[in-house]
Structure formats: structure tokens, C-alpha cells
């Protein structure tokens, strides 16, 4: 370093007195400095002395130290948005008329039909009128009108399409007796008429599912998203501290932890009226003063999170599914990092398909269907990827709009797939698809407690984009 600091000093005929050479080699950075006082020096100078550098260092105070590194920190720009064609706000026509309920059920039909005959297993059906009048196997997609059971046991199903119906007999000892249909499904029925042409004898029953070689394919992101699933801000029963203790988990964490996304599944707040003797259970009894408190809740979650938020049956949005998004009268308050959407919605976030609804459809799945309960409410979700539909039973409990599409039906197959409203907490993941139940932020409720059901609050669920995996973060006071 001696003999190249010479160097330079030559090139420009100057030459370095020994006390001042050797407080040049004492920096950090001798060649860098060089150049600095080389900069500094007056035009007829030739000879540089130990004054002419302490000169030059009087004059720029940071040339003995050691330069830090600054490693900027880019801003983080989001990436999400709707998926076309999937959110109900702005485009809902149905006004209750005959008409409307028959387009409903006949873009239901057409929607799940073509999701069975891109089945490899399937292909193309035909129509049941003219199945009706062959005497060989046929293929038929039809939806599920009416089911029961004859006095010998044996299952009966009257399907329907555009054409025409049919029935569809299930012997009792076919290896087909222990399928379980529900009403207004759409399926598909491989089998033979029997000699009247009047039923199909099945041998084999195909449903539109999620296909068994969908899979996470990794990515290079390291986003992550999470899932905040029925505050219920306004209840008396709202865990305020174990909300707490997650926004300060999220501000201490979440940019090193690259949580740039955060959804809630609908019921943010309460509501008003929902059930008999609420006001009882409420510590806020406006709602205009739920959703001004929530504001001031969302605010505490970190500025670079992006938040999605579609309504529940709690919120101040109609009931009949699909819910339009939360009218601008109650989210005046809510930052601008906040996307308000409806219910059931799909989302396309760095890549990855999300399917989130809110899930009253939990409600005529586990009242119709033998075997399904609130404390297992994956399985339901799995019943409603098989058939790819959230709620296909109507008129049940759950109040569905006839709209000229069927916001309902999984049209496309999610990576994720979200609900909450049942307030339990847990994950699965079937052919592919990431299933969450995504918790509550509200302890057991007198309903609750009467019915025996204990809630599992404080969860919030986390995914990463990138690999897929899910982690639970547990907030709530009993289990921190």
C-alpha cells in the first residue's frame, strides 16, 4: 500500500514528508484517504507535510473513521387484488322475482357442470332428455331436486338439468349407498336406464372437487398473510387484551416476519339486534360507534400490513349471501391501507389464489349432513371443496340472493381458503388447498355456554406465500 500511495503522489509531483505518509497509512482506507487530501490541497503545494494533513482532516471530520454501510430499506409495495368477476358489491341485480331464482340456479348449474366435465375421468355428458332415450351407459350432470330413502332402504335422487329430469336409484348394497348427497348439488351419474327409461342405475358418482394433482407450488417470495376472523368489537365478551398482545406481537415482528398481508373473514364488529336480548352483551350499543372503535383497533396493526375486510352475518351488510361490501357510512375511519370487498370473495396475492367467506354456509351443512359438527368445522369445509360450493342447500338458515351468477360456487380452485363465523381455530390441507378456520377475538358467549360450545379464541393464523406453510400465533390469555 506504501509503494501505490507513492505512486499516486508522483503522477502529480508531490511528495509525502514521513510523519505525514504514516498518518496516512494509519487509516482504515489509506488509498481512499490519499485521494481526499489530495483533493484538499492548494494548487502550488509539493511537498505534504503532517500539517497539511491535519489541515485536511480539520476540514472533514468523518475521513479517520471507518465509513458505515447503509443498506437502504425499500418501501413495500403490496400485490393483491380481486380476482375478476368474484365480488358482488357494485354488480347485484336480483330484485326477488321467478326469474331471478331461475338464472341463479341455472348459472349454478352451468358453472359446476363444466367444473365435472373437466374431470379426466368424466369428460362431456349428455343431456338427460336424451338419456332418456337410449338403452346403453350414458353420462348426465344433473342437480340434486329432491333425495330419499325407499321403505327397503334403498336411496332415490331426482336430478335435474335444462332439458329435462330424471331419477337416479342407489340400491342399498351398492357400493354407492354410503354417498351422502345434499340438496341442490350438482353431479355427475355414469350408469345404464333401466328397461322403462324412467331412472339411471349408477355406477359411479363424479363431483366438480378440488383435482387431486392440484399442489403448493413454491415460490420465491417471503411474504406471509394473516387471518383475523370475527373480532366482534362492541361485545362485552370482546378479549380487548388478547387483542392487544397481538398488535404488539404484530408491531415488534411483522416486518421481520414479513407479514405484509392481513384479512378478516367478516363479523368485525358485533352488530346490533343479530339475536334476542343482544343489547344485553353489548359494551357498545351503536353500531356506527362499533365500527369507529374497530377504526381505532385497526390502527394499531402496523402502516406496510395491506388489510382485506368483507362483512358476516354480525355486520351492517345485508344478510343473504353473497354480502356486498361494508357501506361507506361505517368505514369513514378506516385508513386507506384497508380494501373493503364483499363475502365470498377471491383475492390474488402475490400469486396465490385466497378464498375468503366469512362461512354462515357452516350452518345448513352441519344441520342437513349427519356427521358434521361446529367442533370440526374442516370437515365441512372439506364437503364444501368436494362439491365445490359454500352453501349449495336453500332455504335453510342461510339466506342466499338469487343473482344472475352464483357467487357461491368455487370457481376457481384457491391455494388458500379461509372461513371463520363457527369461532374454532384450526388448519388442514386437502389435495392442495391450505383450509383454515380462522378463530375469534371474542370469549364464550351466553348462546354459547348454553349450547356447550366452547369457542377457541385468540388464534391468528399465518401463511407463507412462499411455501405454503401455516402457522397458528396463539394471543389469548389462558394459553400465553
Known amino acids: 500500500m506504501r509503494e ?14 514521513p510523519d505525514a505518509l504514516e498518518m496516512i497509512l494509519s487509516n482504515d482506507h489509506p488509498m481512499e484517504f490519499t485521494n481526499t487530501v489530495f483533493s484538499n490541497l492548494s494548487k502550488n503545494v509539493m511537498f505534504v507535510s503532517k500539517q497539511d494533513v491535519l489541515d485536511c482532516i480539520a476540514g472533514d471530520k468523518v475521513i479517520f473513521e471507518s465509513p458505515k454501510e447503509i443498506v437502504p430499506r425499500n418501501k413495500f409495495t403490496s400485490d393483491i387484488h380481486v380476482m375478476e368477476g368474484s365480488d358482488i358489491t357494485g354488480e347485484s341485480t336480483c330484485e326477488g322475482k321467478i326469474n331471478d331464482f331461475a338464472q341463479y340456479f341455472r348459472a349454478r348449474f352451468f358453472s359446476l357442470k363444466r367444473l365435472i366435465e373437466k374431470r379426466p375421468d368424466f369428460g362431456r355428458g349428455m343431456d338427460i332428455s336424451r338419456a332418456k332415450t337410449l338403452d346403453r351407459e350414458v353420462k348426465v350432470v344433473g342437480i340434486v331436486y329432491e333425495k330419499s330413502t325407499t321403505k327397503n332402504g334403498h336411496t332415490m335422487l331426482t336430478i335435474e338439468d335444462d332439458t329435462d ?8 348394497d351398492s357400493p354407492l349407498s354410503g354417498e351422502t348427497f345434499v340438496d341442490d348439488e350438482v353431479i355427475g351419474v355414469l350408469g345404464k336406464p333401466n328397461m322403462q327409461r324412467t331412472m339411471i342405475i349408477p355406477e359411479k358418482i363424479f ?14 417470495t417471503s411474504s406471509k398473510v394473516a387471518f383475523l376472523s370475527d373480532v366482534h368489537v362492541g361485545s362485552t365478551t370482546f378479549l ?21 398481508y392481513l384479512v378478516f373473514p367478516g363479523d368485525v364488529v358485533d352488530g346490533i339486534g343479530v339475536f ?12 356506527d360507534d362499533q365500527y369507529a372503535r374497530l377504526a381505532e383497533y385497526l390502527k394499531e396493526i402496523p402502516d406496510h400490513i395491506k388489510m382485506v375486510i368483507h362483512p358476516g352475518n354480525h355486520d351492517a351488510a345485508r344478510l343473504a349471501e353473497p354480502q356486498p361490501a361494508l357501506n361507506k357510512r361505517f368505514t369513514t375511519g378506516f385508513d386507506s ?3 373493503l370487498l364483499g363475502n365470498p370473495v377471491y383475492l390474488d396475492i402475490e400469486g396465490r389464489t385466497v378464498l375468503t367467506y366469512h362461512g354462515k354456509g357452516l350452518d345448513d351443512w352441519i344441520a342437513g349432513v349427519q356427521g358434521l359438527t361446529y367442533d370440526n368445522p374442516l370437515a365441512v369445509m372439506r364437503q364444501m371443496c368436494v362439491r365445490r360450493h359454500l352453501a349449495p342447500i336453500y332455504g335453510q338458515r342461510n339466506a342466499l340472493a338469487p343473482e344472475k351468477k352464483d357467487y357461491l360456487v368455487m370457481e376457481h380452485v384457491p391455494d388458500i ?10 388448519q388442514e390441507i386437502y389435495n392442495g388447498v391450505r383450509m383454515i378456520n380462522a378463530s375469534t377475538w371474542q370469549s364464550q358467549t351466553e348462546y ?4 356447550n360450545f366452547n369457542p377457541d379464541p385468540g388464534i391468528m393464523p399465518v401463511v407463507d406465500l412462499g411455501t405454503g406453510r401455516i402457522r397458528m400465533h396463539s394471543f389469548h390469555e389462558e394459553s400465553t
Open 165 to 172: 329430469t330424471i331419477k337416479v336409484f342407489i340400491a342399498k
Open 276 to 287: 334476542p336480548d343482544q343489547d344485553k352483551e353489548l359494551q357498545i350499543a351503536d353500531i
Open 240 to 260: 380487548e387484551k388478547d387483542w392487544e398482545r397481538m398488535t404488539a406481537w404484530l408491531r415488534a415482528n411483522s416486518e421481520k416476519e414479513n407479514i405484509n
Open 448 to 451: 354459547q355456554r348454553q349450547h
Open 417 to 426: 381458503f379461509v372461513t371463520g363465523h363457527v369461532h374454532g381455530a384450526g
Open 207 to 220: 363431483r366438480p372437487d378440488i383435482p387431486r394433482n392440484h399442489q403448493w407450488e413454491p415460490s420465491d
Open 4 to 17: 501505490e500511495i507513492l505512486s499516486a503522489a508522483a503522477k502529480r509531483k508531490l511528495f509525502f514528508a
Open 337 to 339: 391501507n384497508v380494501l
